[in-house]
């Protein structure tokens, strides 16, 4: 089965600080991948998305994709506490002539003020 | 910018009763699909849609779902009888070429 790995956190980070997120994913075949937020109560948003080997800058937020390690991560640099939130990190794939959007569990951000 | 939006935003109703759950995706995307997320707990995959189809339905997807869509903008989520173990969020999401997006979600609570 198909399955992208993130830890749950919590992840606490102080104010300013670079916030490390990690997710590996198991199918070699993938090729897009994307990070969402997702604050309670809400629906996730999507932040970054990553088709290549590299980093993928975007403001605060840079994406890294290693597709041979099947390792992608998002950094936010300058962490503020409006950035406490749930990341989520997902994977799409092609199932039955389809997208399909495989997520991970999530990782627990809390910056702390 | 366009969203998805979805209706309502908060559902109640009594275990047994049928609720429809309705959302409009973004006009030119054409896979759409529905999540479910019980509270603290993470997004599970429902059911995806392409080509006025089923492409893919997850095992929580039972005969009490049905999705349709009826006139080539909504897209609709049925459960045909409530359980009370069927309160959480569903969001609908739909996709274009690369990206996926979420709508803002419909609370369900059923009693």
């Known amino acids: 089965q198909k399955e992208v790995e993130q830890n749950s956190g919590p992840l606490s980070v102080p104010e300013g600080a670079i916030a490390s997120l990690n997710c590996t994913y198991s199918d070699r075949g993938s090729q897009s991948f994307f990070w969402y937020r997702q604050y309670s109560g809400k629906s996730p948003e999507l932040i970054m998305s990553i088709y290549s080997n590299g980093d993928k800058e975007d403001g605060r937020f840079t994406a890294q994709l290693n597709k041979a390690s099947q390792y992608v991560s998002l950094l936010i640099r300058d962490s503020q506490p409006s950035d406490s939130a749930t990341y989520l990190c997902?994977?799409?794939?092609?199932?039955?002539?389809?997208?399909?959007?495989?997520f991970g569990t999530g990782t627990r951000l809390k910056v702390l003020a | 910018e366009p969203e998805v939006t979805q209706t309502p935003s908060h559902q109640v109703t009594q275990m047994g009763q049928e609720v429809i759950l309705r959302c409009v995706p973004i006009?030119?995307?054409?896979?759409f699909y529905w999540y479910r997320q019980i509270l603290g707990q993470k997004v599970e995959f429902l059911v995806s849609?392409?080509?006025?189809?089923?492409?893919?339905k997850s095992e929580i997807f039972d005969d009490q779902f049905s999705v349709e869509r009826p006139d080539g903008s909504n897209f609709t989520l049925k459960i045909r009888s409530t359980k009370l173990e069927d309160s959480a969020m569903y969001f609908c999401a739909s996709a274009g070429a690369l990206e996926q997006y979420f709508g803002p979600g419909t609370r369900l609570t059923v009693t």
């Open positions: 849609f392409y080509n006025n189809e089923i492409s893919e």
């Open positions: 997902a994977v799409r794939g092609i199932t039955s002539g389809t997208y399909k959007y495989i």
């Open positions: 006009s030119n995307h054409l896979y």
